[in-house]
């Protein structure tokens, strides 16, 4: 990957949010979920498509705190319009992880 600036890097808007419900999303190309995350009061409720069958049951989902890119363009995905871009890592057996923060910072919290 090319070396890119710390002002590139910040140009990518990543929140805290916390999963208030996830449902199916058997109309995806590829196993997924359909989440929707609270960003708190300035961003509000967004919704986006995540591959993470293999990794997380559906009920256990609701309340995790996840990182998510809030200011890429909203993506069609079959009937989901997928507003923001949830972070995560391949673990050793390729199933995706999702990133979050531990401690009590709010949703809406800014990486910095």
């Not at 090319?2 to 890097?9: A, K, L, Q, T």
């Not at 359909?34 to 409720?45: C, Q, S, V």
């Amino acid at each position: 990957m090319p070396e890119i600036s710390p002002e590139v890097f910040f140009q990518a808007d990543i929140r805290l949010g916390t999963i208030r419900r996830a449902e199916p999303f058997p109309e995806a190309r590829k196993p997924a979920y359909k989440l929707f995350i609270d960003f708190g009061p300035a961003i509000g409720e967004k919704k986006s498509s995540a591959q993470i069958t293999d990794a997380y049951a559906l009920e256990d989902l609701a309340g995790k705190r996840v990182l998510a890119v809030v200011n890429f363009p909203p993506r069609q995905i079959g009937p989901l319009q997928s507003q923001v871009l949830v972070l995560g890592v391949h673990d050793r057996q390729g199933a995706i992880r999702l990133l979050g923060a531990d401690g009590d910072a709010p949703d809406g919290a800014r990486v910095s």
